[in-house]
């Protein structure tokens, strides 16, 4: 799915699932549809329920995991869709 088509298909506040592919320091990448053009993040500080220590851990959202969350964002610049759970 190109990133325009994206954003003709979803909207801000629609939720979304996706599967979590690679982890960062500040958020989880996740693939939403196969062959997507795009990137899906969820930032740590949209986790819903993570704290500090679960955070430190490490232990929240491995690879392979499933999230939800509801669209805030859309970023042109870098073709981009931001979702959180709070």
Do not use: C
């Amino acid at each position: 799915m190109t990133w325009e088509k994206a954003k003709q298909t979803y909207e801000f506040g629609q939720e979304i699932e996706g599967t979590v592919i690679k982890k960062n320091p500040f958020g989880d990448f996740l693939e939403v549809v196969s062959e997507q053009e795009f990137t899906v993040l969820i930032q740590i500080v949209d986790i819903k329920d993570l704290t500090p220590e679960v955070y430190q851990s490490g232990n929240y959202t491995p690879i392979g995991t499933k999230v939800k969350g509801k669209i805030i964002d859309f970023r042109d610049y870098n073709t981009q869709i931001v979702i959180s759970q709070k």
